[in-house]
């Protein structure tokens, strides 16, 4: 296979576009559980008040969370080991069984407590689907992409994610226009993992189309050729490779721990809080959601082709500074006003903030490791911050209002940015030839 450095733009672009349409489905099936569960909390947990039905839901979000480390263990491991395109593949079927289930899955009524095990089970699922998607993806749109704008490609991860969760978006508000609240709450709750599914069967056939990368089929050929007869490598063999790049795995950790926090906190959350905090209605809220997140993506490109001029870390540094200053007033002014157009200005001027962590996650953390680990090292740390951080940030928020000291979230985000600031303060740049990524 030719390489992809020397490819046309329009080469180039098709292949971006073939990894990242499977990422767009698998996140719209990931948050297409936050998004209805303002419907279905009740289904499955019929007792308590409106906050303590969101805070079961959310620790059942939580749990697949805790599930996203494994699928980047064992997918990372399997794409470094087979290729970006055989993980790639297996992640957006184990996507699809998932959201069949919840689909299909009776509620309390019906089945008791079963309703909520089978809940989880189709949980922990995505859960090891999406956590080997994002290390998988990352590698793969950061090795398709040429050196001098691989920023500006990268950035299509994160678009994606976010196009998914804009799609779930608008699943929601299409269904609020045709359904009412109760045939909402009652099965339309139901149809967007119908969707869901359908649409990872769709992904599952554009990805058998897939190119593998160069720089995977470059290092599969050297160690081919390098290679004990009979000796394959193993899971563990590539964490004992993976222990031995220990300043970039905790890179990782600390360039994500701030970013991942603040990203659930004005996408999943936000959602929410608006209902709970700022009493908007449902619909409001969904419709501002979509509003936000659609300008939100224009974000990704525009931050992702500045990197590629200023470099990694001036972009990483804009999202710290603007993190740690400026959550605790834009969450106390979100949360007193009552004005659509302000708490939607609000939420867009945190989003290009978090940009500068978002557009330009994917290829620093690839620009951190060689090719025969990078699926790993960019999933499996990635993975555990966002299953201890980003996966708790709405269950930690619901318990801080239930408990009557909301603000304690706010500060709370704010210390997890300050602490990426650091690390970004720190860190070397990544870009180019600085990085192990290169052409």
Same mark, same amino acid.
């Given at each position: 296979?030719?390489?992809?450095?020397?490819?046309?733009?329009?080469?180039?672009?098709?292949?971006?576009? *073939?990894? *990242?349409?499977?990422?767009?489905?698998?996140?719209?099936?990931?948050?297409?559980?936050?998004?209805?569960? =303002?419907?279905?909390?009740?289904?499955?947990?019929?007792?308590?008040? /409106?906050?303590?039905?969101?805070?079961?839901?959310?620790?059942?979000?939580?749990?697949?969370?805790?599930?996203?480390? !494994?699928?980047?263990?064992?997918?990372?491991?399997?794409?470094?080991?087979?290729?970006?395109? /055989?993980?790639?593949?297996?992640?957006?079927?184990?996507?699809?069984?998932?959201?069949?289930?919840?689909?299909? $899955?009776?509620?309390?009524?019906?089945?008791?407590?079963?309703?909520?095990?089978?809940?989880?089970?189709?949980?922990?699922?995505?859960? !090891?689907?999406?956590?080997?998607?994002?290390?998988?993806?990352?590698?793969?749109?950061?090795?398709?992409?040429?050196?001098?704008?691989?920023?500006?490609?990268?950035?299509?991860?994160?678009?994606?994610?976010?196009?998914?969760?804009?799609?779930?978006?608008?699943?929601?508000?299409?269904?609020?226009?045709?359904?009412?609240?109760?045939?909402?709450?009652?099965?339309?709750?139901?149809?967007?993992?119908?969707?869901?599914?359908?649409?990872?069967?769709?992904?599952?056939?554009?990805? $058998?189309?897939?190119?593998?990368?160069?720089?995977?089929?470059?290092?599969?050929?050297?160690?081919?050729?390098?290679? &004990?007869?009979?000796?394959?490598?193993?899971?563990?063999?590539?964490?004992?490779? @993976?222990?031995?790049?220990?300043?970039?795995?905790?890179?990782?950790?600390?360039?994500?721990?701030?970013?991942?926090?603040?990203?659930?906190?004005?996408?999943?959350?936000?959602?929410?809080?608006? &209902?709970?905090?700022?009493?908007? *209605?449902?619909?409001?809220?969904?419709?501002?959601?979509?509003?936000?997140?659609?300008?939100?993506?224009?974000?990704?490109?525009?931050?992702?082709?500045?990197?590629?001029?200023?470099?990694?870390?001036? #972009?990483? =540094?804009?999202?710290?500074?603007?993190?740690? @200053?400026?959550?605790?007033?834009? =969450?106390?002014? =979100?949360?007193?006003?009552?004005?659509?157009?302000?708490?939607?200005?609000?939420?867009? /001027?945190?989003?290009? &903030?978090?940009?500068?962590?978002?557009?330009?996650?994917? &290829?620093?953390?690839?620009?951190?490791?060689?090719?025969?680990?990078?699926?790993?090292?960019?999933?499996?740390?990635?993975?555990? $911050?966002?299953?201890?951080?980003?996966?708790?940030?709405?269950?930690?928020?619901?318990?801080?209002?239930?408990?009557? #000291?909301?603000?304690?979230? +706010?500060?709370? #985000? $704010?210390?997890?940015?300050?602490?990426?600031?650091?690390? +970004?303060?720190?860190?070397?740049?990544?870009?180019?030839?600085?990085?192990?990524?290169?052409?």
């Amino acid at each position: 296979m030719a390489d992809i450095s020397t490819a046309s733009p329009a080469s180039r672009f098709r292949s971006i576009i *073939s990894g *990242s349409i499977g990422n767009l489905v698998e996140w719209y099936d990931w948050y297409a559980y936050s998004a209805f569960a =303002l419907y279905f909390a009740p289904i499955f947990f019929p007792n308590g008040d /409106a906050t303590a039905k969101l805070l079961n839901t959310a620790a059942i979000f939580a749990v697949g969370f805790l599930m996203r480390p !494994i699928g980047a263990w064992l997918l990372g491991a399997y794409a470094d080991r087979h290729g970006r395109r /055989a993980a790639l593949l297996l992640s957006v079927r184990l996507m699809a069984g998932g959201s069949l289930l919840i689909a299909a $899955t009776p509620g309390h009524a019906r089945i008791g407590v079963a309703a909520p095990a089978l809940l989880l089970l189709a949980r922990l699922v995505q859960g !090891i689907s999406v956590g080997g998607e994002y290390g998988t993806s990352a590698t793969y749109l950061s090795e398709m992409a040429g050196v001098r704008h691989r920023g500006f490609w990268s950035s299509f991860q994160y678009l994606t994610l976010m196009g998914g969760q804009l799609l779930a978006l608008l699943v929601q508000l299409g269904l609020q226009q045709v359904l009412s609240p109760a045939q909402m709450s009652e099965w339309g709750w139901r149809v967007p993992f119908v969707i869901g599914a359908l649409a990872a069967l769709g992904a599952l056939y554009l990805r $058998t189309h897939m190119s593998e990368t160069a720089a995977f089929e470059q290092h599969r050929q050297a160690a081919d050729a390098s290679a &004990v007869p009979g000796v394959r490598a193993s899971v563990p063999s590539q964490l004992r490779v @993976l222990a031995q790049h220990p300043k970039a795995v905790l890179t990782v950790v600390g360039l994500t721990l701030g970013g991942t926090l603040a990203f659930y906190t004005y996408t999943t959350y936000a959602q929410k809080f608006l &209902v709970n905090t700022s009493g908007f *209605s449902k619909e409001a809220a969904t419709l501002i959601s979509f509003g936000v997140m659609a300008v939100a993506l224009l974000f990704q490109p525009l931050l992702g082709a500045i990197s590629d001029k200023v470099g990694r870390r001036p #972009v990483l =540094l804009m999202f710290g500074v603007g993190a740690t @200053l400026g959550t605790v007033p834009l =969450l106390r002014l =979100l949360a007193s006003t009552h004005d659509a157009w302000v708490a939607a200005g609000l939420l867009i /001027a945190a989003l290009f &903030v978090v940009s500068g962590y978002t557009s330009i996650s994917a &290829v620093v953390k690839a620009e951190l490791f060689p090719t025969e680990i990078r699926a790993l090292g960019v999933g499996l740390p990635f993975a555990l $911050t966002v299953a201890i951080f980003g996966g708790t940030a709405e269950y930690v928020a619901l318990f801080a209002k239930q408990r009557g #000291v909301e603000e304690w979230f +706010y500060w709370y #985000v $704010t210390a997890c940015a300050l602490l990426s600031l650091v690390v +970004y303060w720190r860190m070397s740049e990544t870009q180019a030839e600085k990085g192990h990524l290169v052409d």
